[in-house]
Nanobody, 125 residues
Framework: QVRLLESGGGLVQTGGSLRLSCAASGRAFSSYTMGWFRQVPGKEREFVAAISWGDGKAYYADSVKGRFTISRVNTETSAYLQMSSLKPEDSAVYYC??????????????????WGEGTLVTVAS
Protein backbone atom coordinates (compact mmCIF):
# COMPACT_ATOMS: atom_id res chain seq x y z
CA GLN A 1 0.00 0.00 0.00
CA VAL A 2 1.26 3.46 -0.91
CA ARG A 3 -0.27 6.66 0.35
CA LEU A 4 0.29 9.86 -1.62
CA LEU A 5 -0.14 13.47 -0.58
CA GLU A 6 0.19 16.35 -3.01
CA SER A 7 1.05 19.93 -2.18
CA GLY A 8 2.16 23.09 -3.93
CA GLY A 9 -0.90 24.02 -5.93
CA GLY A 10 -2.24 27.54 -6.03
CA LEU A 11 -2.97 30.57 -8.16
CA VAL A 12 -0.35 31.81 -10.58
CA GLN A 13 -0.28 34.26 -13.47
CA THR A 14 0.21 33.19 -17.07
CA GLY A 15 3.88 32.57 -17.68
CA GLY A 16 4.56 31.85 -14.04
CA SER A 17 5.89 28.74 -12.34
CA LEU A 18 4.79 26.32 -9.66
CA ARG A 19 6.38 23.27 -8.11
CA LEU A 20 4.11 20.44 -7.05
CA SER A 21 5.27 17.93 -4.49
CA CYS A 22 4.09 14.41 -3.81
CA ALA A 23 5.01 12.83 -0.50
CA ALA A 24 4.70 9.06 -0.46
CA SER A 25 4.44 6.70 2.45
CA GLY A 26 4.76 2.96 2.24
CA ARG A 27 7.39 0.44 1.43
CA ALA A 28 9.55 0.03 -1.65
CA PHE A 29 8.95 3.55 -2.98
CA SER A 30 11.85 3.22 -5.36
CA SER A 31 10.09 0.28 -7.06
CA TYR A 32 7.18 2.43 -8.16
CA THR A 33 6.76 4.55 -11.23
CA MET A 34 5.50 7.98 -10.17
CA GLY A 35 3.18 9.98 -12.33
CA TRP A 36 1.21 13.20 -12.50
CA PHE A 37 -2.22 13.47 -14.04
CA ARG A 38 -4.66 16.36 -14.20
CA GLN A 39 -8.38 16.81 -14.52
CA VAL A 40 -10.78 19.65 -15.17
CA PRO A 41 -14.50 19.45 -14.48
CA GLY A 42 -16.37 17.63 -17.19
CA LYS A 43 -13.28 16.10 -18.73
CA GLU A 44 -11.40 12.87 -18.28
CA ARG A 45 -8.28 12.69 -16.18
CA GLU A 46 -5.29 13.04 -18.46
CA PHE A 47 -1.66 12.05 -18.30
CA VAL A 48 0.86 14.81 -17.65
CA ALA A 49 4.17 13.17 -16.81
CA ALA A 50 5.73 10.03 -15.36
CA ILE A 51 9.12 8.96 -14.14
CA SER A 52 9.85 5.29 -14.30
CA TRP A 53 11.17 2.92 -11.69
CA GLY A 54 14.61 1.61 -12.50
CA ASP A 55 16.07 3.78 -15.24
CA GLY A 56 14.35 6.94 -14.05
CA LYS A 57 13.32 7.82 -17.58
CA ALA A 58 10.80 10.64 -17.79
CA TYR A 59 7.78 10.77 -20.05
CA TYR A 60 5.63 13.80 -20.85
CA ALA A 61 2.39 14.69 -22.55
CA ASP A 62 3.00 16.70 -25.69
CA SER A 63 1.10 19.61 -24.20
CA VAL A 64 3.62 20.07 -21.39
CA LYS A 65 6.86 18.91 -23.00
CA GLY A 66 9.58 21.52 -22.60
CA ARG A 67 7.67 23.34 -19.86
CA PHE A 68 7.23 20.73 -17.11
CA THR A 69 9.87 18.60 -15.45
CA ILE A 70 9.17 15.55 -13.32
CA SER A 71 11.67 14.32 -10.79
CA ARG A 72 11.91 12.02 -7.79
CA VAL A 73 14.09 11.62 -4.74
CA ASN A 74 13.89 8.05 -3.56
CA THR A 75 15.65 8.73 -0.28
CA GLU A 76 12.92 11.24 0.53
CA THR A 77 10.11 9.12 -0.95
CA SER A 78 9.00 12.19 -2.86
CA ALA A 79 8.21 13.14 -6.41
CA TYR A 80 7.97 16.61 -7.90
CA LEU A 81 6.52 18.38 -10.89
CA GLN A 82 8.21 21.65 -11.79
CA MET A 83 5.84 23.63 -14.00
CA SER A 84 7.04 26.66 -15.94
CA SER A 85 5.59 28.94 -18.61
CA LEU A 86 2.16 28.12 -17.29
CA LYS A 87 -0.89 28.73 -19.44
CA PRO A 88 -4.55 29.10 -18.50
CA GLU A 89 -5.21 25.71 -20.11
CA ASP A 90 -2.92 24.14 -17.51
CA SER A 91 -5.50 24.97 -14.85
CA ALA A 92 -6.74 21.72 -13.31
CA VAL A 93 -6.62 19.53 -10.26
CA TYR A 94 -3.29 17.75 -10.39
CA TYR A 95 -3.03 14.23 -9.02
CA CYS A 96 0.02 12.27 -8.02
CA UNK A 97 -0.15 8.57 -8.84
CA UNK A 98 2.00 5.49 -8.39
CA UNK A 99 2.34 2.27 -10.32
CA UNK A 100 4.32 -0.79 -9.31
CA UNK A 101 7.24 -1.39 -11.64
CA UNK A 102 8.41 0.31 -14.79
CA UNK A 103 6.33 2.81 -16.72
CA UNK A 104 4.74 1.60 -19.94
CA UNK A 105 4.35 4.46 -22.42
CA UNK A 106 0.73 5.22 -23.02
CA UNK A 107 -0.37 4.10 -19.58
CA UNK A 108 -3.48 6.01 -18.60
CA UNK A 109 -5.19 6.56 -15.28
CA UNK A 110 -6.53 2.99 -15.21
CA UNK A 111 -2.97 1.69 -15.20
CA UNK A 112 -1.96 3.45 -12.01
CA UNK A 113 -2.30 1.67 -8.69
CA UNK A 114 -2.45 4.45 -6.10
CA TRP A 115 -3.64 8.05 -6.11
CA GLY A 116 -3.41 11.16 -4.03
CA GLU A 117 -6.35 13.46 -3.43
CA GLY A 118 -5.16 16.18 -5.74
CA THR A 119 -4.04 19.78 -5.58
CA LEU A 120 -5.64 22.64 -7.48
CA VAL A 121 -3.63 24.72 -9.93
CA THR A 122 -5.21 27.86 -11.34
CA VAL A 123 -3.45 29.90 -13.99
CA ALA A 124 -4.91 33.37 -14.40
CA SER A 125 -4.88 35.00 -17.80
Amino acid sequence: QVRLLESGGGLVQTGGSLRLSCAASGRAFSSYTMGWFRQVPGKEREFVAAISWGDGKAYYADSVKGRFTISRVNTETSAYLQMSSLKPEDSAVYYCAARWGAYVPGTGPDGMDFWGEGTLVTVAS
